[in-house]
């Protein structure tokens, strides 16, 4: 990171989000190794990288689901690394979990009115939902294992909106969908933006994610290969730090080989 | 004629079964608990009426309004601490720690209050009297009663669970705890309640069960346990109702081995049992595979 | 065996694989003695201590059945009582038609073993809190069949057959010997299925079972051993237990208190390991002989305990020795040590 971008940045403001040097284990594995990033108010922050990098590793220690070996996570400067996931979420931290997970025996309505459950005051209610997914009201008694992959991923978003989040972390939202779909669905990302929240996503889809972000961060193997802005990087850059290959060149023949 | 009385007294004594059975159904479906003190519990609840109308002499009936409530609170906090840190630890050692409980309840039971079996208001014409039907059918009152009991508690836990903020709770959290982790809902909290009303239904069954039969330290096991879970097996887990077809297809089937040989009563139950656990473990009505 | 391995950074080392820490010899000649001087012990004890001794042994052996279900199949049946009563019932119809007890012993082992076969086919598939309770209706629907054959006692039991006449204390030997005997071959059996392929399948299922699965290991055919070999142990302690008693009634060989038995015993001594049920088993003992007449208080008490090594310590006692001094009386798995190639 250069030095004019980070004061640039902290004009906006305290950070809202910070990891600091992130070790996490998958009980032998080392998934994250020194993790850190700072987010903004109001930034799309974007981690890329292949499978296995540590990204969603990342999201789900954020968001209190795994807990650090070292480092901390802190929100509004405050650490919060010891504070269970389902305070997190009431203190602002909601995640869209990887996959959807909708609760499948449960309706549309069902679904985001679990997500308004301990939702916070803001601007979020479910009406508002229905307002910005059109198609959603009609069918909101469905139940959710009936929609296709790209309604249950706007429920999904939907649930964790309703909850008035401040930070919403997006976990491979295109997973499992057509380009078409991702497009429309990262194409709410100015509304909800426009709410007040700040967004820190997963994806595994580089150009999507050079789309939408103000600020990209690269990992590999559990460790950061690149950070800037997506104005800032050329592709060369990307590729270099997504699949490794500058690491790969410089160590032997029994060196880690990378394949995305 | 005789055929047509059994089959009529199996539909009753469902009604029973599934009063055990549907406190077990919503334990298993949520937290994944195979509670082995299920029916122990029951008996419990069962021997504190009997304690509370032997102290305060209230009428049989309203020992229900004292003994349900003060149950379920029992059920939510066995349920965050013991029956919480045995999930924590694995399958192995929730069935290890509720066999355990199971032993501990009944010869705790047995060494304070002996082997004796004891009833509740045996001297009630409420629970001694019935009506015919014919020269041949003959309902109990008590029968009747509990059987209705049963309908309204299916009915009352229905609406819990579709309509009310923690009976959404309960279902999303059974089917997705992490999720719902994600969505700010506390699981162990949601857990708690779910056994708090476990308990509360199971307390009901065995003071009905007190006063249809008698009570001892062993019915919890010898009894109340398998038939519970028999009509969950039997009617299909994640269906409510399925547990009163359950407990109705149990007990008709226990009529009709008693009315083949008196002395098999219990048998027919265990072998339909047994054949609907191979044949088909999901049950009749099934809304999702056994895990 | 010796292999040759390629460290990260390129050097070779060479490891041996050997079969315990330390030189399990003495440990052998140990147990071959602490059989022999309990094979003496109708010469010079009473037989009131042969007789409790006979009881720690149905005890013993059933719960290193339980163990072998539990802690390495990771089945737990809370329905074994029912080969316990099958063994009784076996030995009492054969000694009914004329066999002497003793030699009915081993055929009712078999004959329990034999039938964990079907019962095995009816409960193989189903999973943990279904399979307890499979295994328990089990039991109790065997319990209520038997009881409805009057010829061997029906409800209430009778007396065992073909001890008419025999000399007491010679009776007492005897059934000590048979008590002896059973638990010495349960353990040693144990030991050595475990040693074997077996107990390689068993641990691998242990730590991930669809990887065991994936690699070829027979899971199934794994299991179904398990449960037969519990079924001939129980049936065997069952036997015992019929001759012991001189009676077989259905409510006493077919309780459940067996599986609390076998269940706690096994807990409080340590599930997963061999020495595990022999050390719970002296707990169990202990506490029976103090509180015995309190009635059902050793029970509560060793509930209780049961529940606590289960949430605290889950290693149990045993667990807690081993890993202060690092000893396996019964070696059955495997150690990586650097040594030299080509080593024993």
């Known amino acids: 990171m250069t030095e004019p971008e980070t004061s640039q940045r902290q004009e906006n403001g305290t950070p809202l989000l910070e990891v600091r040097d992130l070790v996490v284990h998958h009980g032998q594995l080392r998934a994250l190794d020194g993790i850190s990033l700072t987010v903004f108010p109001g930034e799309v922050y974007a981690i890329i990288g292949a499978n296995g990098a540590g990204k969603s590793t990342l999201l789900r220690t954020i968001a209190g689901l795994h807990r650090p070996t070292s480092g901390s996570v802190l929100f509004d400067g405050k650490d919060v690394s010891g504070v269970r996931p389902e305070r997190r979420a009431t203190q602002g931290i909601v995640m869209v979990p990887e996959g959807r997970r909708l609760f499948g025996s449960l309706s549309v309505e069902e679904n985001l009115k679990v997500g308004a459950t301990y939702a916070r005051q803001g601007p979020w209610t479910i009406e508002r939902v229905y307002e910005m997914f059109g198609w959603m009201r009609e069918r909101r008694n469905q139940l959710t294992a009936q929609l296709s992959g790209g309604e249950q991923q706007t429920v999904a978003i939907g649930r964790a909106l309703v909850a008035n989040p401040r930070v919403l972390l997006l976990d491979e939202l295109s997973l499992g969908l057509a380009p078409v779909i991702v497009q429309r669905i990262y194409g709410m990302l100015p509304q909800i933006l426009a709410s007040g929240l700040t967004v820190l996503l997963v994806e595994q889809d580089v150009s999507q994610a050079l789309r939408v972000a103000t600020h990209i961060q690269c990992l590999l193997e559990g460790r950061t290969t690149l950070e800037g802005r997506p104005a800032d990087v050329t592709a060369d850059q990307v590729e270099a730090a997504y699949f490794g290959l500058a690491a790969a060149a410089a160590a032997g023949p029994a060196g880690e080989g990378s394949e995305a | ?291 | 065996m010796s292999l040759a391995t390629q460290t990260a950074a390129g050097r070779t080392e060479n490891f041996r694989v050997t079969r315990s820490r330390r030189n399990v010899v003495w440990t052998g000649a140990g147990a071959l003695i602490v059989v022999v001087v309990l094979a003496f012990f109708p010469y010079i004890v009473y037989s009131g201590t042969t007789a409790i001794l006979v009881q720690a042994f149905i005890v013993l052996t059933v719960a290193s059945m339980w163990n072998l279900l539990a802690g390495y199949a990771g089945l737990v049946s809370v329905g074994q009582q029912a080969f316990v009563g099958l063994g009784a019932y076996f030995v009492l119809i054969l000694a009914l038609h004329g066999l002497s007890p003793f030699a009915a012993l081993p055929i009712a082992a078999i004959g329990s073993g034999v039938a964990a076969l079907p019962l095995w086919w009816l409960v193989s598939r189903l999973r943990s809190g279904y399979f307890a309770i499979a295994t328990w209706v089990l039991a109790a629907t065997i319990m209520l069949i038997i009881e409805k054959f009057t010829s061997i006692g029906g409800g209430s039991g009778m007396p065992l057959p073909g001890f008419t006449g025999m000399n007491p204390t010679l009776l007492t030997a005897y059934t000590y010997w048979a008590g002896l005997i059973v638990t010495v071959l349960a353990l040693a059996g144990i030991y050595l299925l475990l040693r074997g392929r077996l107990g390689l399948v068993l641990t691998a299922v242990r730590d991930d079972e669809v990887a065991a699965r994936s690699s070829g290991s027979r899971v199934g055919l794994a299991r179904l051993l398990v449960f037969v070999v519990a079924g001939v142990g129980c049936g065997a302690a069952g036997a015992v237990l019929a001759i012991s008693q001189l009676q077989v009634q259905p409510s006493a060989v077919f309780s459940i208190q067996w599986t609390a038995e076998m269940a706690f015993a096994t807990i409080i001594g340590g599930l997963g390991t061999i020495e595990g049920p022999i050390i719970g088993t002296v707990v169990y003992m202990v506490l029976q002989q103090t509180l015995q007449s309190y009635n059902a208080w050793y029970l509560i008490i060793l509930g209780l305990v049961a529940m606590a090594v289960a949430l605290f310590a889950r290693r149990g006692l045993w667990g807690l020795v081993d890993e202060r001094l690092n000893i396996r009386l019964f070696p059955v798995g495997y150690w990586l040590r650097p040594g030299k190639q080509g080593g024993p």
């Open chain 2, 1 to 291: 004629m005789a055929w047509v009385n059994a089959i009529i007294q199996g539909i009753l004594t469902g009604g029973l079964y599934a009063l055990f059975a549907c406190g077990l159904s919503l334990m298993f479906g949520v937290m994944k608990v195979v509670n082995l003190a299920h029916g122990d519990l029951a008996v419990v609840a069962g021997y504190i009426a009997i304690g509370v109308i032997t102290v305060t002499h209230v009428p049989v009936l309203w020992s229900v309004v004292i003994v349900v409530p003060v149950m379920a609170v029992l059920g939510y906090v066995l349920q965050r601490t013991l029956i919480q840190s045995s999930l924590d630890r694995g399958v192995l050692t929730t069935l290890i720690v509720t066999f355990g409980l199971s032993v501990v309840i009944e010869n705790g039971l047995l060494q304070f209050f002996t082997a004796n079996s004891r009833g509740i208001g045996a001297e009630m014409t409420l629970v001694t009297s019935s009506f015919k039907i014919g020269s041949q059918i003959e309902i109990a009152y008590l029968l009747l009663l509990i059987f209705a009991v049963a309908v309204a508690v299916l009915l009352g836990l229905q609406y819990f669970l579709s309509r009310s903020k923690y009976g959404r709770l309960i279902r999303a959290v059974a089917d997705d705890k992490e999720a719902a982790q994600l969505a700010g809902a506390d699981y162990r909290h949601v857990f708690g309640i779910a056994a708090a009303v476990a308990f509360g239904t199971v307390a009901l069954g065995g003071i009905a069960f007190g006063m249809y039969s008698d009570l001892d330290p062993t019915t919890g096991t010898d009894t109340i346990l398998l038939f519970a879970f028999a009509a969950v097996v039997i009617g299909g887990l994640g269906s409510l109702w399925g547990t009163l077809l359950g407990g109705v297809v149990l007990g008709v089937a226990q009529q009709i081995g008693a009315q083949i040989n008196i002395s098999d009563e219990l048998l027919a139950g265990f072998i339909v049992f047994l054949v609907v656990l191979v044949l088909r473990p999901q049950g009749l009505i099934s809304r999702r595979a056994p895990s």
